[in-house]
């Protein structure tokens, strides 16, 4: 029980990685909240999460909706009383080569990928240092570090949520929260599952263990960081990659 109590909040639980770390967090001992825009999703992932018996809520909420978002953090508080780990998890694609990539497509992956991790973290920060303690993780990637052909507006939101990370980390660290990202590599989610099949070929070719990333590798990721065993690890970026970019 690495997670005993502690009270977590993950963006984009109802599925992929989200749920995946979700689950993991609940068999930790956690108080999991899942919020998501796909209601659907969210209440199967609910009901998962109360099989296993863990205390568990869901919101749907759109990241890049400030109100909504609030909303949840405040409702969060009131009903577990504090609120522990924050993973800012919930991200899309919308790809293009530059030349061809359009103005709504910037915009709408900029708002969720980059204002959505500001939003929330700026939701749960006043209740993380009222408390003087807290752990918050962000979803970066692999492209956001390396860039990736087709991804100008992906790679910016994943280089920029790195940037934030760091900003982070320096601003509340004295104030006890710990502020760290992952950058995943190819991981078989709804998300790769519109990748052509040739470019994961190639990528599970170019990964030196040989094969692509499953949520589960990422989540275990996110266990170890939000778990007091990083109590000294803050404003790092962590590869879950397979050694993809090495
Ligand atoms: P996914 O598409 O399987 O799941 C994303 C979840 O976020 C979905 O449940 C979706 O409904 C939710 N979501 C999307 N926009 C939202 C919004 N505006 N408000 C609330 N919820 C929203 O994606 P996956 O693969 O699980 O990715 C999770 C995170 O990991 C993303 O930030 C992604 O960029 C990042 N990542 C994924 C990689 C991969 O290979 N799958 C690699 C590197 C990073």
Not at 39 to 68: M, P, Q
Not at 136 to 165: C, D, E, F, P, R
Request: aromatic letters at 6%; a neutral charge.
């Amino acid at each position: 029980m690495r997670l005993k109590d502690k009270v977590a909040i993950i963006t984009g639980g109802a599925k992929g990685i989200g749920k995946e770390t979700a689950l993991l967090f609940a068999r930790e001992g956690a108080k999991v909240v899942i919020c998501d825009f796909d209601e659907e999703a969210g209440h199967n992932t609910l009901e998962e999460l109360k099989a296993i018996g863990a205390a568990a809520l869901f919101f749907k909420v759109d990241v890049t909706d400030r109100a909504s978002v609030q909303a949840m953090v405040e409702a969060t508080k009131k009903e577990f009383g504090r609120i522990d780990i924050l993973i800012n998890n919930a991200g899309i694609t919308s790809d293009a080569l530059l030349t061809k990539m359009t103005e709504e497509q910037w915009d709408k992956v900029i708002a969720v990928n980059l204002k959505g991790v500001f939003n929330c973290t700026q939701a749960v920060a006043p209740i993380m240092l009222e408390q003087g303690s807290g752990v918050i993780l962000n979803a970066s990637s692999v492209v956001g570090v390396y860039g990736n052909i087709g991804q100008t507006n992906y790679a910016a939101t994943k280089a920029g949520v790195i940037g934030m990370t760091k900003s982070w980390a320096k601003e509340l660290g004295r104030k006890g929260i710990r502020v760290n990202a992952v950058a995943p590599g190819f991981i078989l989610t709804d998300m790769t599952a519109k990748v052509p099949q040739k470019i994961l070929d190639m990528m599970k070719e170019k990964t030196p263990l040989g094969r692509l990333g499953l949520p589960q590798d990422v989540a275990a990721a996110y266990l170890f960081l939000a778990s007091d065993e990083a109590s000294y690890i803050n404003g790092q970026v962590l590869g879950v990659d397979g050694g993809l970019m090495i």
